[in-house]
Every structure is written in C-alpha cells, then in structure tokens.
Nanobody, 121 residues
Framework: QVQLVESEGGLVQPGGSLRLSCSAS????????MGWYRQAPGKERDLVATITTTGSTNYADAVKGRFTISRDNAKNTVYLQMNSLKPEDTAVYYC???????????????WGQGTQVTVSS
C-alpha cells in the first residue's frame, strides 16, 4: 500500500497564492504518476494537474497558467503551486498516485485524505 499525506490548505484571498504538498510513503517503488484532483461542494471530482516521474505534466484548462505542479522524486513528494487564486478554486484538494497503468477511480488507486482550500475575501 501507498500512503499519501497532504499539507494543510487554508483560506486565501482572491489573487493570492498557496502551495500544497503531498508526501508518499509505503510501497512507493512502483509509483509513476502523481497528481491533484479537487472537488467542490455538490460537484464531481475534477482533475487539476498530474506529473510523471519523468516530469511530463498535464493541467486542467481552468488552472493553466496559474497553477504549477512539480515533483521531488528523491523525497517522494509532489507540490502544487497555486497563484492568482479565484473563488471558483475553492474545493477540497486530493493528492493521488498510481503506477504505470491507470487503475481505480479516475485511474488512481491511491488517494490522500484531502485538504480544504478556500478562496474568499
């Protein structure tokens, strides 16, 4: 099993910035892709960004140019730098991880517990 632990989110004013981190532990040798999804109240869980061990990234259109995903393979940690935050970015943010082959919900078998990000003045 793989355990994922996210950093604490928080309350940020519109236009502000916040960085999330997620550390993996356990049977991590097989992990290939890591990423972030988010879920707002009453809505589906949506992709935010993903990154592979080789650094290939994928972003949702809604966050392109504002969010940056990065990864420290030596620390088994993935980061999400969020800039120019908007109220519509308010959601619970979930870290996720998988091996080479997508498996499980949204293609990721391992999930963190989620961390709340609220963008409001």
């Amino acid at each position: 099993q793989v355990q994922l632990v996210e950093s604490e989110g928080g309350l940020v004013q519109p236009g502000g910035s916040l960085r999330l981190s997620c550390s993996a532990s356990g049977r991590i040798f097989g992990i290939n892709a890591m990423g972030w999804y988010r879920q707002a109240p009453g809505k589906e869980r949506d992709l935010v960004a993903t990154i592979t061990t080789t650094g290939s990234t994928n972003y949702a259109d809604a966050v392109k140019g504002r969010f940056t995903i990065s990864r420290d393979n030596a620390k088994n940690t993935v980061y999400l730098q969020m800039n120019s935050l908007k109220p519509e970015d308010t959601a619970v943010y979930y870290c996720c991880a998988r091996g080479v082959v997508p498996i499980g919900p949204y293609g990721y078998p391992y999930w963190g517990q989620g961390t709340q990000v609220t963008v409001s003045s």
